[in-house]
Structure formats: C-alpha cells, structure tokens
C-alpha cells in the first residue's frame, strides 16, 4: 500500500512540476539537476530501478511541500 502511495504521489508531483514548467524539462536548470542528482560519469551509473525510485522520491517530496 505505501508503494502504491509513493507512486501515485510521485507522479502527481512530477506531472505537476512539467506543466508548472510548461513542459521545458530539458532547460540549463533540470540539466542542472540531473547533473547534481545524479552525476555525470557513466562508470558510476546507478541502475535504472534506483534512478526511478529517486525521480519518484522527489516528486513525491514536491508534492508534498505544496501542500504545507
């Protein structure tokens, strides 16, 4: 049940970042993020399961803080 919840909060919080940006994911401030989040060097690539569970995580987490 809690994963049910984190991906349905996670992608709700994500959908709601995209159209608050107006779709422009791609721009120097998400390249930014992905970089910080995630690192450039693919030797230290994580695998695609964790990459996925952290996108979810911080959507989740922006869903969240609209709310307080």
Request: hydrophobic share 45%; aromatic share 12%.
């Amino acid at each position: 049940m809690r994963q049910v919840k984190q991906l349905i909060e996670g992608s709700l919080g994500l959908i709601r970042l995209a159209l608050g940006h107006g779709g422009a994911l791609r721009r120097d401030y998400w390249h930014w993020r992905r970089e910080t989040a995630f690192g450039l060097s693919q030797s230290k690539a994580i695998s695609r399961r964790s990459k996925w569970k952290a996108i979810l995580a911080f959507g989740q987490w922006s869903w969240r803080i609209r709310k307080l």
